[in-house]
């Protein structure tokens, strides 16, 4: 009843009897699963990667701002490939551009 007041929705899977829209409850409980693998690997991937594993603080404080530049660092270096990534693909269509044209003044000499 405190989740209900809350606008709070439990997922997984329920006890007792099926209900009779286990059609819709079975495709809720996909759309849950799904986003609850993307941020659970998004966890994994900064305990890895980003040292989120190695927080050793004490007080509460330090750990909120340890945990806190992790994210940080986390979402720079997203951004960081988002832009490489660009790059590249402005650089690939420019070469690729320029490699066109003198193909195409080699055939007209």
Known sequence: SYCKEHGIRLSGPKLGR???TAKVDKK???QDNTDRIEVERTFSLSKRCYGMSCITTKLEET???SIALSVFVTNLFRIQRRI???LLH???FWYDRNRYKSWKLQIAA
């Open 90 to 92: 402005l650089f690939r």
């Open 63 to 65: 750990q909120l701002t």
């Open 28 to 30: 809720q409980e996909y």
């Open 18 to 20: 099926p209900s009779a």
């Open 84 to 86: 490489l990534c660009a």
